[in-house]
Nanobody, 123 residues
Framework: QVQLVESGGGLVQAGGSLRLSCAAS????????MAWFRQAPGKEREFVAG????????NYADSVKGRFTISRDNAKNTVYLQMNSLKPEDTAVYYC????????????????WGQGTQVTVSS
């Protein structure tokens, strides 16, 4: 079992930055592929960024490439999402997720989820 707790969300103006954190606990959490998803009101949950357990492999949704950076510190069992140049369309609840698979971008490939943190970008 893996438990995930997100933090770092908030209200920011367009063009601003936020850093989300996801603290993981539980057995072998540091060996899981980790990802961030987001869900805006009235929309489906979508993949934002993912990182392999070794941090060698990362992948991003096209909509955030060049603006967001995912990273992890396995010693602290924490995953981060640095979000720069934020846009109003980035407004959503952001969820941290963990998968035992090497590469995973689909919702159904993730077994563990956090409770989410709200990010609101004002124009």
């Amino acid at each position: 079992q893996v438990q995930l707790v997100e933090s770092g969300g908030g209200l920011v103006q367009a063009g601003g930055s936020l850093r989300l954190s996801c603290a993981a606990s539980g057995r072998t959490s540091s060996t899981y592929t980790m990802a961030w998803f987001r869900q805006a009101p009235g929309k489906e949950r979508e993949f934002v960024a993912g990182i392999s357990w070794s941090a060698v492999t990362t992948n991003y949704a096209d909509s955030v490439k060049g603006r967001f950076t995912i990273s992890r510190d396995n010693a602290k069992n924490t995953v981060y999402l640095q979000m720069n140049s934020l846009k109003p369309e980035d407004t959503a609840v952001y969820y941290c997720a963990a998968s035992p698979r090497l590469i995973a971008t689909m919702i159904n490939q993730y077994d563990y989820w956090g409770q989410g943190t709200q990010v609101t970008v004002s124009s």
